[in-house]
């Protein structure tokens, strides 16, 4: 028990992490998932952590009124930005998102009466716990597992085929595409908070381009076939970078070229589930027949 507390009171903010990428990386999966290349999520976390900050650090509030509030901000101004974004499609919509989220650091700049400028917001109360991340991942996980396998987990995966396709079927393709936009920026919004209170401080560079592009690198390493992708590629992503602390100089690149190789050789990403039910098939294959022999 002493090596587990040595170990937590070392690691545990790089595993609290991991819980909080991966809740990132399911945030644009979950978009990638209706179809749309949305680069949004990084200025959603933002407006979610500094919404959830502000809460307790000026009004007082509970973490859980915090963290509603990180939620519900980030996903209201979705709704608000969808209607005309969304009617944008593939690197246009890329485009016109990136263009929101230097919009959301530009606003952060100057509004330095509520978020400290380019200084950001310091002493933000350390209120994040080990369990408020798990039960969130896991709540995260628990819903978009039986959102997919309902009815509007099917509209998604017909309008990521071809919404023409889907709408002459009667799907509501614009809805679906602003639920989904909506849901993934609520869910970054919920990283943010969390993210906030567990780092005493945040500022506007921790949201632009930069962050947006991991949180896309580590749904698509991971894989997009399945839920379990993005939180694989948040693993590799979080962790890479301390198992290669001892090579210095020489970690990006060492960084960059995994990254590569893994592109290059699995280019469904890490976890890809047909190729996990063709590993089990020729599993079962090679059992052995226990029952050889009986009669």
Same mark, same amino acid.
């Given at each position: 028990?002493?090596?587990?507390?040595?170990?937590?009171?070392?690691?545990?903010?790089?595993?609290?992490?991991?819980?909080?990428? =991966? @809740?990132?990386?399911?945030?644009?999966?979950?978009? /990638? *998932?209706?179809?749309? !290349? #949305? +680069? $949004?999520?990084?200025? &959603?976390?933002?407006?979610?952590?500094?919404?959830?900050?502000?809460?307790?650090?000026?009004?007082?509030?509970?973490?859980?009124?915090?963290?509603?509030?990180?939620?519900?901000?980030?996903?209201?101004? =979705? @709704?608000?930005?969808?209607?005309?974004?969304?009617? /944008? *499609?593939?690197?246009? !919509? #890329? +485009? $016109?998102?990136?263009? &929101?989220?230097?919009?959301?650091?530009?606003?952060?700049?100057?509004?330095?009466?509520?978020?400290?400028?380019?200084?950001?917001?310091?002493?933000?109360?350390?209120?994040?716990?080990?369990?408020?991340?798990?039960?969130?991942?896991?709540?995260?996980?628990?819903? /978009?597992?039986?959102?997919?396998?309902?009815?509007?987990?099917?509209? &998604?995966?017909?309008?990521?085929?071809?919404?023409?396709?889907?709408?002459?079927?009667?799907?509501?393709?614009?809805?679906?595409?602003?639920?989904?936009?909506?849901?993934?920026?609520?869910?970054?919004?919920?990283?943010?908070?969390?993210?906030?209170?567990?780092?005493?401080?945040?500022?506007?560079?921790?949201?632009?381009?930069?962050?947006?592009?991991?949180?896309?690198?580590?749904?698509?390493?991971?894989?997009?076939?399945?839920?379990?992708?993005?939180?694989?590629?948040?693993?590799?992503?979080?962790?890479?970078?301390?198992?290669?602390?001892?090579?210095?100089?020489?970690?990006?690149?060492?960084?960059?070229?995994?990254?590569?190789?893994?592109?290059?050789?699995?280019?469904?990403?890490?976890?890809?589930?047909?190729?996990?039910?063709?590993?089990?098939?020729?599993?079962?294959?090679?059992?052995?027949?226990?029952?050889?022999?009986?009669?």
């Amino acid at each position: 028990m002493e090596g587990f507390d040595n170990f937590w009171a070392v690691y545990s903010n790089l595993v609290l992490s991991i819980g909080i990428n =991966a @809740l990132l990386a399911i945030s644009i999966w979950f978009t /990638l *998932s209706c179809g749309l !290349l #949305a +680069m $949004a999520n990084a200025a &959603f976390m933002g407006i979610g952590a500094y919404t959830a900050a502000l809460l307790t650090m000026k009004a007082g509030a509970s973490f859980t009124v915090a963290l509603l509030g990180g939620i519900g901000a980030p996903l209201a101004v =979705a @709704l608000i930005i969808g209607m005309p974004t969304l009617r /944008l *499609s593939g690197v246009y !919509l #890329a +485009m $016109a998102t990136l263009g &929101f989220g230097e919009v959301v650091r530009i606003l952060i700049l100057n509004a330095e009466r509520w978020t400290g400028g380019a200084l950001g917001l310091n002493g933000i109360p350390q209120l994040t716990q080990w369990w408020h991340v798990l039960a969130s991942l896991v709540a995260v996980l628990l819903v /978009l597992w039986r959102l997919r396998r309902s009815r509007v987990g099917r509209a &998604f995966e017909a309008i990521k085929e071809d919404d023409v396709a889907a709408a002459l079927m009667g799907i509501g393709v614009m809805s679906h595409k602003l639920l989904a936009f909506a849901l993934g920026a609520g869910i970054a919004g919920l990283a943010g908070a969390l993210n906030a209170h567990l780092t005493f401080f945040i500022g506007p560079a921790e949201y632009g381009f930069e962050r947006g592009i991991d949180i896309l690198t580590m749904a698509v390493l991971g894989g997009t076939g399945g839920l379990a992708g993005p939180v694989v590629g948040a693993l590799v992503i979080t962790l890479l970078p301390e198992f290669l602390r001892s090579f210095r100089n020489y970690r990006l690149m060492i960084n960059g070229v995994i990254l590569v190789l893994i592109v290059l050789f699995l280019p469904k990403g890490i976890w890809d589930p047909s190729r996990v039910r063709q590993w089990l098939k020729r599993s079962r294959r090679g059992m052995p027949d226990n029952t050889a022999g009986v009669r």
